[in-house]
């Protein structure tokens, strides 16, 4: 593996690359104030070994990427769907596969609108669905609601009190498939608030806006897609996954029984098995 800072015309972005670069490129984009560590190392070398060059990044307000004041982010989803772009454009990459989860699958269904030249196929791992009805459709669970309004009371200052909050937001998302494994989170939370030019402005992410004249144009899409959702999301309800399967014109829908808003391990062989044949399409 290799990090690697690149410049986006006045900011900076830390990139990671693992695997042959002459290998199919994909890039993997994380959601809503996660870094790109979320994307674990050896999710990252399991698919590079399927043949591919993988690329993860710390969007903007995470990790070492470029950090903005607090409530006041400065770039709207496009320009986060362009700096995936400008990812690729540092690699010398023409086209890439893209995987997203949460946010990271609404960033790359503007990039499959936007850029459509540069994509080949996409993956949106629990991610919400905008189109017709989408107001209908179950919300976050009340528990989830209420942990991130009692966020408002929390010590953004003191290191351990960070470090719970990551590893508990973690615990309400999981899923009943899986054992909760409070060690690994806790090592990545640590790591992610560690390395972190600003870790509370990651928060940022929920007050960016645009992106809505791309959102809901799921016919316009032109390349396959592979939906990967678990029945047990709490933040993003499973239906969403359905919808945005019946949506797309060429897509289908990996099911993850028992699994919330996450990427454990155990659903890795499933989850890389789904991406790299999607990418092979």
Known sequence: MSERMIRVK?????????????????????????????????????????????????????????????????????????????????????????????????????????????????SL??????????????????????????????????????????????RILAGSKHPFDEERVTALAERDIGRALNYSSSFNHSYVTGGESYLGRYGEIQTPALVIHGTEDPIIPYVHGEALRDSIPVAELLTLEGIGHELPPAEWPAIIGGIAKYAAL
């Open 125 to 170: 791992v629990s991610t919400m669905y905008f189109g017709p009805g989408w107001e209908e459709l179950p919300p976050m669970e009340a528990k989830v609601e209420a942990f991130f309004n009692s966020m408002g009371e929390m010590d953004w200052y003191d290191p351990q009190t960070l470090l719970r909050n990551a590893v508990d937001k973690w």
């Open 10 to 122: 006045d900011i900076e972005l830390c990139t990671e690359s693992f695997g042959n670069p002459a290998h199919p490129a994909v890039l993997l984009i994380m959601g809503a104030t996660a870094s790109m560590l979320w994307w674990e190392e050896d999710f990252c070398r399991l698919l590079a070994e399927k043949g591919f060059f993988v690329i993860r990044y710390d969007n903007r307000d995470t990790g070492r990427s470029a950090s903005y004041e607090p409530g006041r982010p400065g770039y709207t989803f496009e320009d986060m769907a362009d700096d995936a772009i400008a990812v690729l454009d540092a690699y010398g990459v023409k086209k890439a596969h893209f995987a997203g989860m949460s946010m990271g699958g609404m960033l790359v269904q503007i990039i499959a609108l936007r850029h459509p030249d540069r994509v080949q196929s996409i």
